[in-house]
């Protein structure tokens, strides 16, 4: 509604999409709301997607920007890999995209993490913002949720994580974001990446941990109207 | 404090008032029904700050006088600013001490004129209101925006809730409404709106008004559904789509 807003400041992104390495793989995790101005257009969208049987893309902003770009990048590497005659690798992939990003920065709006395992480097996480920028890290966040992560992950952050912590800390941090961001929300999603293989997990809203000022889901106020009053204490 | 003037100069001196451009504190939707014994209204308790939800313990429905109750989306500041207004209103009237007080009628009546007075000195106060009541065994329920468009009806909404939840008023609401059954259609309308509005928070409150006066619930939280299978792997048969 600002009349005065810059046009030349980077748009703000719908979205919270994350990306951690830990000893061993990567964790990928993305909130679920794809909005169309204030309307949620739909409530457990899929924003992690496959690039290769190893590499995987978490995508923000424009949905239609961010769907083309990995569909392109896909294409590219299959061929790649038949060419190759093995798996691809984590930065291949993520030049792939940064060409496409970098080529057409005035006409895209999309902000992308990619991350992977390949046997040469491992896990690998690599942030690919507007603009075209490739920048490796050992974790990325990003979308408009992002926003309110960079004090949670100075803090939390830790070199050498396991699985496990890895990956409750990317549920944490995108359900921190989901209750402060209008444009993130619904169920959280991750994928784990690693030798072994490639994991999905959903954690739907519902049963994420509450925040403050957050209460307890209740069935309907009558619930809670005609349940017993506590017993009275006995001095 | 640099002065946001604009160029031309029709809108007259405006060096020392402030008027509304834009909103910046604001409220989402207000839903609202007329049932057996008086008036039913919901309103999340969040105060969004553009696409931050920044505050989280709103209370957007107030009761006026001893008939009526207020709802209101929007700007905050706004809001609270017309519960001055009100409150103004309703001393003077009671100052008479005369027997008689301020129904529903006549406060949504003084809110129209203030609403559309406002947006014709081109300063509207940015609020969508929703003013309900009872008053000897008459319910009124009735709404202004901030342009002054009025009406009254049996079941009403504001912003978001005109799309989302008027509809499944429209098919479910019938004469005579139990309590319960009132809560439950609009608990129903305000899981949707958790569903589909960006800026609807997880933390409601639910506003009674009778012929006794009037009520409103702790704050509390709705249960919502995640568990399609459909929603588990969208992209399983469609690599790439969202």
Sequence with gaps: ?235 | MASKQPENSLLGPEADSQRTLYPNVTGTSVVALKYKDGILMAADMGGSYGSTLRYKNVERMKAIGKHSLLGASGEISDFQEILRYLDDLILYDNMWDDGNSLGPKEVHNYLTRLMYNRRNKFNPLWNSLVLGGIKNGEKYLGTVSMIGVNFEDDHVATGFGNHLARPILRQEWHENLSFEDGVRLLEKCMRVLLYRDRSAINKLQIAKITEEGMTISQPYSLKTYWEFSAFENPTQGAVGSW
């Design chain 1, 1 to 235: 509604m600002d009349l005065n807003m810059d046009l030349n400041a980077p748009h703000s992104m719908g979205t919270t999409i994350i990306g951690v390495t830990y000893n061993g793989g990567v964790v990928l995790g993305a909130d679920s709301r794809t909005s169309t101005g204030m309307y949620v257009a739909n409530r457990a969208s899929d924003k992690i997607t496959q690039l290769t049987d190893n590499v995987y893309v978490c995508r923000s902003g424009s949905a239609a920007d961010s769907q083309l770009v990995s569909d392109y990048v896909r294409y590219f590497l299959h061929q790649h890999t038949i060419q190759l005659g093995q798996p691809a690798t984590v930065k291949v992939a993520a030049n792939l995209i940064r060409l496409l990003s970098y080529s057409n920065k005035n006409m895209l709006e999309t902000g992308l993490i990619v991350g992977g395992w390949d046997k040469y480097e491992g896990g690998k996480i690599y942030g690919i913002p507007l603009g075209g920028t490739l920048i490796e890290q050992p974790f990325a966040i990003g979308g408009s949720g992002s926003s309110y992560l960079y004090g949670f992950f100075d803090q939390a952050w830790k070199e050498g994580m396991t699985k496990d912590e890895a990956e409750q800390l990317v549920v944490k941090a995108v359900s921190l974001a989901i209750a402060r961001d209008g444009a993130s929300g619904g169920v959280v999603r991750t994928v784990v990446i690693n030798s072994e293989g490639v994991t999905r997990n959903f954690y739907p809203g519902d049963k994420l941990q509450l925040w403050h000022e957050e209460l307890e889901p209740q069935n309907s106020l009558l619930d809670i109207l005609n349940s017993p009053s506590p017993e009275p204490m006995n001095i």
